[in-house]
């Protein structure tokens, strides 16, 4: 099973982009998604959480009314539309997945730089 991040660059301050997350090889409606995000010189922090059919859906203060998290789980993917981005919006962008009927499975994908700067 793997996740795979794609969708980042760089942008302007202000600016948007769509992150995606797709997953293959694992039950994706079963999983509980995430996306958290590093950057340079700081501990991995977390963004947003959708839960397995997208009815609860939380986000960190930092994120809270520019990020939206949705997912579909048709296309096995999980998305992070990022708007009014600041310079401090920037890292590297990971999703992740926890199995919510088997709990021990739980995967990171490989992580997509986000650069915001003028």
């Known amino acids: 099973a793997q996740l795979v991040e794609s969708g980042g660059g760089m942008v302007q301050p202000g600016g948007s982009l769509r992150l995606s997350c797709a997953a293959s090889?694992?039950?994706?409606?079963?999983?509980?998604m995430s996306w958290y995000r590093q950057a340079p010189g700081k501990e991995r922090e977390w963004v947003a959480r959708?839960?397995?059919?997208?009815?609860?859906?939380n986000y960190a203060d930092s994120v809270k009314g520019r990020f939206t998290i949705s997912r579909d789980n048709a296309k096995n993917t999980v998305y992070l539309q990022m708007n009014s981005l600041k310079p401090e919006d920037t890292a590297v962008y990971y999703c992740y997945g926890n199995d919510q009927v088997f709990t021990k499975f739980e995967y990171w994908g490989q992580g997509t730089q986000v650069t915001v700067s003028s």
């Open positions: 959708i839960t397995t059919f997208g009815d609860r859906i």
């Open positions: 090889g694992l039950t994706f409606s079963r999983y509980v």
